[in-house]
Structure formats: structure tokens, C-alpha cells
């Protein structure tokens, strides 16, 4: 497709099991992006991609999280050990380039539930 | 600390009437202001966004006006319509994109 696509749509795990979500971003876009979206809180930045580049991991919210970026393409978010504080949409975005005015196209996200 | 403010969190406008929604900053090195319309089940989707260098950009029924002294900016959709019920949000950028809450819109037929 055109478009970035994650999977799973949804999950629902246990407290305490870990998980994997995937992005296939847009083909040729450089920069891919993580986001957390929790219910009233908007978009919270986790993790950022660009090229061969070190990841900006500063947004990630504890050690339990962490994700790759294989052959500059598919990203995989895992979370270790889940909370059901981590249930939430976790959206997924990529761009062309990380310029500033680069527009981000974001997938549909992964509802993670956390029971 | 949150660095884009965006307000109302929900809206109710009736059919053919303005929407408002209003956002502040506090960085002044954001240089880039968009706007994201999100529906149901969706990811996100760029609607519309502006440079401080401007003061008004208009797109359809869409308009952002930016106030760089007041470091706030805004919103209109004019004649909304049923199809623009969704959730808006607010985005700031320097390095990355900071988002604000979120609006929920919904526009009565």
C-alpha cells in the first residue's frame, strides 16, 4: 500500500508479558517516528529514526521500552514487562526527510491493551 | 511542563457555524505550526500549517491565524459541516513536534 501500516490493530496482553509492534513505513521516507496516544493526552513523542543515524530515544518513558529500525525500513517498537499504564494507541509516522516542515504521515496504530 | 496548550479539549458547533480552536506556545525557536485532523480508528493526518512568518494561511474552509507576540495561534473552520466532526490537534516544531491535548469536535446536523 501507499500509506504506513502497523500491526498488529490490536492487542491485548497480560501484565507482565512483552510485546512487539511493527510499522512499515512509507517506502523512500527517511525519518520514522513512534507516538503514544493515552486518552485525553495527545500525542506523546517516543522515539525518533532518521537514516543511519542514532536514534533520538529521549522520549522513551523507561528502559522497559525500546525499538529498531531494520535495513532502514520496518520499525519495531517492543515494550518488556508490561503495565497497564502502557495501554494505549501507539501510532507510528514517517517523512520523506526530518526536515522541519517534512509532513508526517501517520499510520492507523496498534491499541494496546494491558490487562 | 506542557509546551503547547490547546483548548477547548471538546467542541459542539452547530451545522454551517465557526469553529475555534485555540493554541499557545511557550519556545520561542518553534518555527513550524500544524494542524492534524484525526477520525475514529485512524492515524493522524496533516489538515493544514503555517510559518511565523505569516499571520493568516487559508485553505478552503480551513484558516490558521498566528499572533507571534501574543505566541498563540488558532483554528477556524468556517460552514462546519458533519464530516468535520473529529479530533484536532494543535503541533509545534524545533527539532521535533510537540502536540497539544487534543479537541473533539462535533459538528450538529
Known amino acids: 500500500g501507499a500509506g504506513v501500516s502497523q500491526s498488529p490493530s490490536n492487542k491485548v496482553t497480560e501484565k507482565g508479558k512483552d510485546v512487539e509492534l511493527r510499522c512499515d513505513p512509507i517506502s523512500g521516507h527517511t525519518a520514522l517516528y513512534w507516538y503514544r496516544q493515552s486518552l485525553g493526552q495527545g500525542l506523546e513523542f517516543l522515539i525518533y529514526?532518521?537514516?543511519?543515524?542514532?536514534?533520538?530515544k529521549s522520549g522513551l518513558p523507561s528502559d522497559r521500552f525500546s525499538a529498531e529500525r531494520t535495513g532502514g525500513s520496518v520499525s519495531t517498537l517492543t515494550i518488556q514487562r508490561t503495565q497497564q499504564e502502557d495501554s494505549a494507541v501507539y501510532l507510528c509516522a514517517s517523512s520523506r526527510y526530518s526536515g522541519r516542515q517534512d509532513t508526517q504521515y501517520f499510520g492507523p496504530g496498534t491499541r494496546l491493551t494491558v490487562l | 511542563q506542557q509546551q503547547v496548550k490547546q483548548s477547548p479539549q471538546s467542541l459542539i458547533v452547530q451545522k454551517g457555524g465557526i469553529s475555534i480552536i485555540n493554541c499557545a506556545y511557550e519556545n520561542t525557536a518553534f518555527d513550524y505550526f500544524p494542524w492534524y485532523q484525526q477520525f475514529p480508528g485512524k492515524g493522524p493526518a496533516l489538515l493544514i500549517a503555517i510559518r511565523p512568518d505569516v499571520s493568516e494561511k487559508k485553505e478552503g474552509r480551513f484558516t490558521i491565524s498566528f499572533n507571534k507576540s501574543a505566541k498563540q495561534f488558532s483554528l477556524h473552520i468556517m460552514d462546519s459541516q458533519p464530516g468535520d466532526s473529529a479530533t484536532y490537534f494543535c503541533a509545534a516544531r524545533d527539532d521535533k513536534i510537540i502536540f497539544g491535548k487534543g479537541t473533539r469536535l462535533h459538528i450538529l446536523p
Open positions: 529514526f532518521q537514516g543511519n543515524s542514532a536514534p533520538d
